[in-house]
């Protein structure tokens, strides 16, 4: 039955981690998947996460299903969490928001809705390079996938004018993927004035801008300031579509919590969004799964536990922008390293888009069993201070 089935390529991100599972060197270093690791290159549980387990395990919560659109408590707090308590289309009722299966879901819950409800374009365009699973989520959300200009190689940085030029060419009413904040996978990111020059082209253009939040908190350490692009949208009249996961913020990876949520005109236009939001999830999984949102729920809702895991955001935040200064460090002084380095320290989040070609990249892996996903970016969050001279060292070597 099976004998046409072709065998696919692995996944260009989740088969790294496969591929470092299988090599027994105990120098391996995984810096494919993007997944916060301690100072001792462990998984981490966040304090305020275990706090609300306990919370959670002494009223020990039934295990009914959740409604279609998740716990409505929760979505309430994450709501706010995204757009801000004084956000106006939050105040009046007007935002459409599902509980999602992490930041994927909602993403793949917002490309169907708009390929059957969005009345003005069926086209997505993605900035270029971009997270490698936006392409297959939207094509199989039913959409027709297009690339915005968005890293130059030459600066290392953004290419803003390209960017402008890309929008400005766009089809009236197309939808625009943004990444809210941390770009995934380059680190660079708009400042708050070129925002504000985003968002008058979309507007002028009358483009529909979906944001993809994966990150609040964990790029600059202060969950408001990471919201700025989304919160300036919709100040400035955007109606906007939101993806938002809790999976690097609280650490809750393989629990799936995440929400997908849009602004519309009034309540009345939010209970008929609501409704044809179930509509799409339900035949897609039903409903959410319980036991992540009702520990970001527990935090979230409770403001010691808040305080807390801010502070742990923050910390985890700490920890990486030190991990590029000492990178940086290495290689540029210590190493010599032959080429520019600068972009280690100025690029924002979770990775580093280092320029790496993927030869160096495969000779890391095969020499060095220092694994990184093919474009040469790093997960900033696997280094440590027992493995970053090592893999400064590797890097020397394979650029050499
Ligand atoms: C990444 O880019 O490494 C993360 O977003 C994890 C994933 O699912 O790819």
């Known amino acids: 039955t099976w004998s046409a089935v072709p065998a696919g390529p692995p996944d260009p991100i989740l088969g790294i981690t496969e591929a470092f599972k299988a090599d027994k060197d105990p120098r391996k270093i995984n810096l494919g998947v993007g997944a916060y690791r301690d100072e001792n290159g462990k998984p981490y549980v966040l304090n305020a996460v275990k706090k609300a387990e306990s919370l959670l395990t002494a009223t020990s919560p039934d295990k009914e299903y959740l409604p279609i659109t998740g716990l409505p408590e929760f979505t309430k707090h994450a709501a706010k969490l995204a757009y801000g308590a004084d956000s106006v289309p939050l105040k009046e ?14 993403l793949r819950i917002g490309g169907a809705f708009l390929a059957r409800h969005y009345p003005h374009s069926k086209i997505i365009y993605l900035p270029v390079p971009t997270w490698g ?21 030459k600066s290392v940085g953004l290419d803003f004018e390209g960017l402008k030029e890309d929008l400005n060419n766009a089809p009236e009413g197309a939808i625009v993927l ?4 941390a770009h995934n996978p380059t680190g660079v990111d708009p400042t708050h004035a070129q925002w504000a020059e985003i968002s008058d082209v979309i507007a002028s253009k009358k483009l529909f801008p979906f944001f993809d939040m994966a990150y609040q908190g964990f790029a600059s350490g202060s969950t408001t300031h990471d919201a700025f692009a989304v919160r300036h949208f919709v100040k400035h009249g955007h109606q906007i579509a939101l993806a938002q996961s809790f999976a690097k913020n609280m650490g809750l990876y393989g629990e799936r919590v995440g929400l997908f949520s849009l602004t519309t005109k009034d309540a009345e236009e939010k209970k008929r969004v609501d409704s044809q939001l179930k509509i799409v999830i339900r035949p897609m999984y039903s409903n959410p799964p319980l036991h992540g949102a009702l520990l970001a729920n ?18 985890m935040a700490e920890r990486i922008i030190s991990m590029r200064e000492r990178l940086y460090g290495l290689l540029t002084n210590e190493l010599k390293t032959p080429g520019e380095w600068g972009h280690i320290k100025s690029q924002i989040g979770m990775f580093s888009f280092t320029g790496m070609k993927p030869e160096q990249c495969k000779a890391l892996a095969e020499k060095a069993h220092v694994y990184l996903t093919m474009d040469g970016r790093i997960s900033m969050a696997g280094l440590n201070g027992s493995n970053v001279e090592y893999f400064a060292a590797s890097v020397d070597a394979a650029v050499k």
């Open 298 to 315: 527990a935090i979230l809702g409770n403001e010691e536990l808040y305080q807390e895991w801010e502070g742990e955001v923050k910390g």
């Open 93 to 106: 009722g007007a935002i459409a928001v599902t509980q999602s299966i992490s930041g994927t879901g909602a």
């Open 178 to 181: 943004l990444h809210a904040c």
């Open 133 to 153: 699973n936006h392409i297959p989520i939207f094509k199989d959300s039913g959409l027709e996938v297009r690339g915005y200009r968005y890293f130059d190689k």
